[in-house]
């Protein structure tokens, strides 16, 4: 009897445990099938008027080699003729670092004019550069530029804040391989966040503040 009991115990655990791992996996399914259809190559994404390129750190006041990556992403889309104007969101929170502008001087430096790149300066999270670049810069169409293993949230998200958008993903599993690998390990824990933001919450930005014209400006350029 008592070895009975302890089975049926077991069973309940292992039921729970069960329940449990469907029900964390359920965000990550929902960023990656929601975004599927909108996530594309450089060569094939529909055009759109902006690329929004997401932040992704600095090292001594220079892009990282992954924020690089999403900026030649998005300047060959603007070389293609797939977007006309770059809009680079990022963290400047404290003065001492600026992400917008160390990425407008990179696009710029590699040959993208200087007029059709705007900034971002309150891009905090991949949620707050969705909602900031329609209820803050206008924009209603996009084609949202980061790493692939990052790309479903970003467009998942993206269109939870109502825009109409497109992804391309920057490739890094070949030269970065352990990084991406936990970047794929990380998604699966952020996407809860996601989904709660996207779908539930749907949280003003940590920064709102008025509307900016930029990509107004350079789109009628």
């Not at 892009?63 to 990022?90: H, N």
């Not at 692939?148 to 804040?161: D, G, I, K, Q, T």
Request: with cysteine; net charge positive; aromatic share 10%.
């Amino acid at each position: 009897m008592r070895a009975f009991l302890k089975r049926i115990r077991w069973q309940r655990v292992l039921v729970v445990a069960g329940l449990a791992a469907v029900l964390a996996s359920v965000p990550l399914v929902w960023v990656h099938v929601s975004s599927a259809p909108y996530r594309h190559a450089a060569a094939d994404v529909p055009e759109a008027p902006v690329a929004l390129v997401l932040g992704a750190g600095l090292r001594d006041g220079k892009p990282t080699p992954f924020l690089a990556g999403r900026l030649d992403v998005a300047a060959d889309l603007y070389r293609r003729g797939k977007v006309k104007v770059l809009l680079v969101s990022g963290d400047n929170s404290r003065k001492e670092y600026d992400e917008p502008t160390a990425m407008r001087d990179y696009l710029v430096a590699h040959g993208v004019p200087a007029e059709v790149v705007v900034a971002d300066y309150a891009g905090l999270d991949t949620w707050d550069s969705c909602t900031r670049a329609r209820r803050i810069f206008g924009v209603t169409k996009l084609t949202v530029v980061t790493q692939e293993f990052h790309l479903p949230r970003a467009v998942a998200l993206c269109r939870s804040a109502g825009l109409e958008a497109f992804g391309v993903g920057h490739d890094t599993s070949r030269d970065w391989a352990t990084t991406t690998a936990y970047g794929y390990f990380r998604e699966a824990f952020a996407s809860g966040k996601a989904m709660w933001d996207g779908l539930v919450a749907k949280p003003d930005p940590r920064f709102l503040g008025p509307m900016e014209t930029g990509v107004t400006s350079a789109l009628r350029r």
